[in-house]
């Protein structure tokens, strides 16, 4: 069987979206399913968006997703270059191959002239098609036109109109008429490629067997197919991937409608696993109710027939959801250490200095709370330093407003003392001793153990009482009680 290749091949132009994402992971499960290659091409010769460190972020972007490529920058391979811009002599070959068969012409008609013919055929109420106003260039012979032809002047594509049918293996079969070939440019006036001529040279060079690409590429297809055509050469496998949608499903997802870019996400703590699960099902399943994948199960449990061929909803409340997954089930199942070694730049900065074991233990207890690793800032740092003692949390708690001042005093004097005479600092003493109190205090355990969490923490919410205490300490624990109720007693 032919080996199968597959290629991720984005414009260095800006940050990478969740889209581009998506176009990379699907070509590499099928290569990584198949035992075959997966390609990272830098498509890069629309100078003048090209942004100054976008290859190495596209990269950097990839290798924290776990979608190594195995020919391309970096790790090379025997069909390079693999920057568009280092493969000028390719296209050029590939071009004189087309004048020489009378498929292409040069034409140096000014872009100003162009805008002329465009206005025409709107005022005649006619759709606009170059092919329509080809210059005499287009008929000198193959001859003529190979010597004329020079670097600055712009090579268009010479059309032969005619219907065109193919197999998408997303959208099913596709075909169209004549009336949407054109003479496309091949050349621009800088003399490199346009995507339209590069990306088919580049594919067939590298042995490209299947293409995923966004579905905005469908109206062009009738002009690749020519080109294919004229060019002699097989087509691939084509795969056009549905639009991730916005929120309210009624357009393509952009950045105005609240999706970050992907290192955004990183930056926020959303870890690795998360990310490509998600965007993985973003318009696949598997026809069953899981939702969990590793990167292992995805490329077992994948197929390009599962791919839905319409556009799915962006969610980022479930890009949440599955980071939370996440994050349990790498503690749960590699443990605190390996979770622990995400966690680097998330902690309070009060927590610099701390011990790593003490970290840890506090991790041990929080991570199934998190949604985000960066949720450790807000929610850990009463763990570092003492919180800021602020009484109306407990006076307006809706659990504790119904007691007395003396009636909270009383509670807090009855644990100290409790406490203090407390050597076996383990959760599970503790647990034992807090249930007792409970029994003494003769309060509803969410007054009672609402008290002594705020008392302790003065925070929204904390882990269980029991491991909060212990993993803060004995001295911690009684010095913030005796704080809060000396706080209470001045008023």
Request: glycine share 6%; proline share 5%; with cysteine.
């Amino acid at each position: 069987m032919k080996e199968i290749r597959t290629r991720f091949a984005p414009s260095p132009t800006g940050y990478i979206h969740i889209g581009n994402v998506r176009s990379a992971i699907y070509p590499y499960l099928i290569a990584r399913q198949n035992d075959g290659k997966f390609i990272l091409r830098i498509e890069d010769t629309d100078r003048a968006r090209y942004v100054e460190g976008a290859t190495e972020l596209i990269e950097d972007t990839l290798k924290w997703l776990g979608l190594e490529w195995d020919e391309g920058p970096i790790v090379g391979g025997e069909n390079g270059p693999y920057f568009q811009t280092e493969r000028k002599d390719h296209y050029i070959a590939w071009a004189k191959k087309l004048i020489e068969t009378g498929r292409a012409y040069p034409d140096d008609t000014p872009s100003e002239k162009i805008d002329e013919y465009r206005k025409e055929d709107n005022a005649k109420k006619i759709p606009y098609l170059y092919r329509n106003h080809r210059p005499a260039s287009a008929e000198n012979s193959p001859e003529e036109n190979l010597e004329i032809w020079k670097e600055g002047t712009p090579l268009r594509f010479k059309a032969d109109p005619k219907n065109y049918e193919w197999k998408d293996e997303v959208m099913g079969e596709m075909h169209t008429g004549p009336e949407v070939c054109d003479d496309i440019i091949l050349i621009k006036k800088d003399g490199l490629p346009t995507y339209n001529f590069a990306h088919i040279i580049d594919d067939a060079e590298m042995g490209v067997t299947h293409i995923a690409r966004g579905v905005e590429y469908l109206s062009s297809m009738p002009n690749y197919l020519a080109l294919y055509e004229a060019l002699g050469l097989d087509r691939p496998l084509f795969l056009s991937l549905p639009h991730i949608l916005a929120p309210q499903g009624n357009k393509k997802l952009g950045k105005r409608d609240g999706a970050k870019s992907v290192t955004e996400y990183r930056d926020d703590g959303v870890l690795p696993e998360a990310m490509l699960n998600y965007l993985a099902c973003l318009g696949w399943n598997d026809g069953t109710e899981k939702e969990i994948y590793s990167k292992d199960e995805l490329i077992k449990a994948f197929s390009i027939d599962r791919i839905q061929n319409s556009g799915a909803r962006f969610d980022e409340v479930k890009i949440y959801w599955y980071n939370g997954q996440w994050i349990r089930k790498i503690a749960d199942e590699q443990g605190i250490d390996e979770l622990y070694s995400r966690t680097k730049g998330f902690w309070p900065e009060v927590a610099e200095n701390e011990p790593e074991d003490y970290k840890k233990k506090v991790l041990s207890i929080i991570y199934d709370r998190l949604k985000t690793l960066s949720d450790l800032k807000s929610m850990t740092e009463y763990f570092f330093v003492d919180p800021k003692i602020d009484a109306s949390m407990i006076l307006e708690n809706k659990f504790l407003k119904k007691l007395s001042e003396t009636e909270l005093i009383e509670l807090l004097t009855l644990t100290i003392e409790r406490l203090n005479d407390v050597s076996d600092w383990s959760e599970e003493n503790l647990q034992k001793e807090l249930n007792d109190l409970l029994a003494k205090s003769g309060k509803k355990p969410a007054e009672y153990f609402s008290l002594v969490r705020i008392a302790v923490s003065f925070a929204p919410f904390s882990p269980a009482l029991h491991q909060t205490l212990s993993v803060l300490g004995r001295d911690k624990v009684l010095s913030r009680l005796n704080m809060t109720r000396t706080a209470l007693v001045s008023g």
